[in-house]
């Protein structure tokens, strides 16, 4: 399963973008659980920034609470990250992460977890 990311940029501090990641593959994807973006600043660890269950919970990390916004379409197999009021210590590589199952019959169903490309935002001050 491959995932396409989009939407990153360069914005002022306290503006807004909107990412984008779209799921696809060869194979039927068969169900997405977990879908959920992360960023890595140079120097430092990759870190889960949301995520959002086939059921819709959702989960932030704390420095983005209020001002960020994870979002599904399972008909379109694509998550969105609304950013807000984006600072600059937003900044970095934002990557996207599915994890569901995939195969078009119960025979040939497997797992998949998978990494989106990455997509820079740089805000600026």
């Known amino acids: 399963v491959q995932l396409q990311a989009s939407g990153g940029g360069l914005v002022q501090a306290g503006g807004s973008l909107r990412l984008s990641c779209v799921a696809s593959s060869s194979e039927s994807i068969f169900s997405i659980n977990i879908m959920g973006w992360y960023r890595q600043a140079p120097g430092k660890q990759r870190e889960l920034v949301a995520q959002?269950?086939?059921?819709?919970?959702?989960d932030y990390a704390d420095s983005v609470k209020g001002r960020f916004t994870i979002s599904r379409d399972n008909a379109k197999n694509t998550v969105y990250l609304q950013m807000n009021t984006l600072k600059p210590e937003d900044a970095g590589v934002y990557y996207c992460?599915?994890?569901?199952?995939?195969?078009?019959?119960?025979?040939?169903?497997?797992?998949?977890?998978?990494w989106g490309q990455g997509t820079q935002v740089t805000v600026s001050s």
């Open positions: 992460n599915v994890g569901g199952q995939y195969g078009g019959t119960w025979s040939n169903r497997r797992n998949f977890g998978s």
């Open positions: 959002v269950t086939s059921a819709g919970t959702t």
